[in-house]
């Protein structure tokens, strides 16, 4: 297969210090999704994880997304953060895994991959990176330091006139409506020992369309 394809990929940011330790962000950026190989292989391969067969579709589009990006983040000391943020995606031809009616046996699905019309997301975003080495006096204490990352986030796909049977509107497939990650960070310079707890969440999404 011979398919090279040109992707102009704009992009704009803009900061403004607010004070010496805070600054408002306003970014504006274009991207793509590619197609992976499994997802454009025209050729069937089972899955044993899920029982299913997986259908490549050599004729899926490029994803194209424009990306709105606007926060205020918070520097109290070097190693810590407070950054408080909205953003909105606009999603042009997302590759999507449909499920095939009417097909399989022995107990298998079918399933492929194609493009939806377009879709969009809004979510807000907020994190926290906080250290310890102003709250605690003792050594051990002051190499701690938390972090918190939640997001939330809207997201609405519109199928077109390939919404047979089914709403043309929906959420769009694997994007959860809320993320939160957690994480308590030890690191010590002077043994170069370094020891992470992490805790991840998301909403239910959805698996296939």
Same mark, same amino acid.
């Given at each position: ?75 109290? &000391?070097? /190693? ?5 943020? @909205? =953003?909105? *995606? ?5 590759? #999507? ?10 107990? &298998?699905? /079918? ?5 939806? @019309? =377009?879709? *969009? ?5 907020? #994190? ?29 796909? #519109? ?51």
């Amino acid at each position: 297969v011979n398919n090279p394809v040109l992707s102009i990929l704009p992009s704009a940011n803009i900061g403004y210090n607010v004070t010496e330790k805070s600054m408002l962000r306003l970014a504006y950026f274009q991207s793509v999704n590619r197609p992976e190989f499994r997802e454009l292989a025209p050729f069937a391969y089972y899955d044993f994880n899920f029982n299913n067969v997986l259908y490549g579709n050599d004729s899926l589009q490029i994803a194209t997304i424009h990306n709105a990006d606007f926060r205020w983040e918070f520097y109290p &000391t070097p /190693n810590e953060i407070i950054s408080v943020g @909205a =953003f909105y *995606k606009y999603f042009l031809n997302p590759i #999507e895994m449909f499920f095939v009616p009417g097909s399989g046996s022995g107990g &298998t699905r /079918n399933f492929t991959f194609d493009n939806a @019309a =377009f879709a *969009k997301s809004i979510g807000a975003e907020v #994190e926290i990176r906080k250290s310890m080495q102003e709250v605690f006096t003792q050594k051990f204490l002051q190499d701690f330091s938390l972090l918190v990352n939640a997001s939330y986030i809207i997201s609405e796909v #519109e199928l077109g006139s390939k919404a047979i049977g089914q709403q043309n509107n929906r959420p769009m497939m694997g994007q959860s409506p809320y993320i939160v990650n957690t994480g308590i960070y030890y690191d010590n310079k002077e043994s170069q020992l370094q020891v992470n707890a992490l805790y991840n969440v998301i909403g239910k999404r959805i698996f296939a369309v």
